[in-house]
């Protein structure tokens, strides 16, 4: 799993906390469009493209998820996230991270090696299940 627009827009909503107008409903004005923003904000929701109209909870608007599974640099701001959870689900975190990984490597891995084998779709998983998804 990983690696689809999709599956950010689940990384987006559920763990980072991003939020989705409705179809047929206004979309807020954005006055901070984000980089992956290529064209100017649709006004309704039956626009082109609009499914893809989301916004950060600063603010923030985008017309689709960052590229979480993809790029280690957005999927480290999922893992910066989960490492501010409260101490049990941040355990929960690192335990579903290193065995994400051990799933993948076929062998148990200890931390400093974690770190080699680190990639943005183990993050986004991890998280997603901390987060009961």
């Known amino acids: 799993m990983g690696g689809s627009r999709e599956f950010d827009a689940l990384v987006a909503e559920k ?7 409705r179809k047929g409903g206004q979309i807020p004005p954005c006055p901070d469009v984000g980089q992956w923003d290529y064209f100017n904000p649709p006004r309704e929701i039956e626009d082109w493209r609009s499914d893809y109209h989301w916004r950060e909870p600063n603010g923030t608007c985008w017309h689709e998820p960052k590229p ?33 990984i051990r799933e993948e490597v076929g062998q148990p891995v200890v931390w400093p090696d974690l770190l080699v084998l680190l990639k943005p779709r183990h993050i986004c ?4 299940k ?4």
């Not at 763990?15 to 107008?21: D, I, L």
């Not at 979480?68 to 640099?73: D, G, M, N, P, Q």
């Not at 910066?80 to 355990?91: N, V």
């Not at 901390?130 to 998804?133: I, L, N, S």
């Open 130 to 133: 901390t987060v009961g998804e």
């Open 15 to 21: 763990v980072m906390g991003w939020t989705k107008p």
């Open 68 to 100: 979480y599974s993809a790029s280690i640099e957005a999927a480290w701001e999922v893992h910066r996230k989960a490492c501010g959870w409260l101490f049990s689900r941040r355990q929960k975190y690192l335990a579903e991270l290193t065995f994400a």
């Open 125 to 128: 998983v991890a998280a997603l």
